[in-house]
């Protein structure tokens, strides 16, 4: 059984738990978020599949 797992979609995920965790935290995961979205798109890592 193979997983394929894409990088933005994990770091979605996670952004998305942390902010149902801890609400107050709200704007420093988005930018968090933002940013690393941005890396990963001008790096070319989003193509990055872990098995």
């Known amino acids: 059984m ?3 797992l894409s990088l933005t979609p994990l770091i979605s ?3 998305g738990i942390l902010i149902l965790v801890m609400p107050k935290l709200l704007n ?5 978020y933002l ?3 941005g890396v990963i798109g001008l790096l070319g890592l989003g193509s ?3 098995h």
């Open 2 to 4: 193979n997983i394929h």
């Open 13 to 15: 995920l996670l952004a």
């Open 28 to 32: 420093f995961i988005v930018a968090i």
């Open 35 to 37: 940013i690393a979205i």
């Open 48 to 50: 990055i599949r872990l």
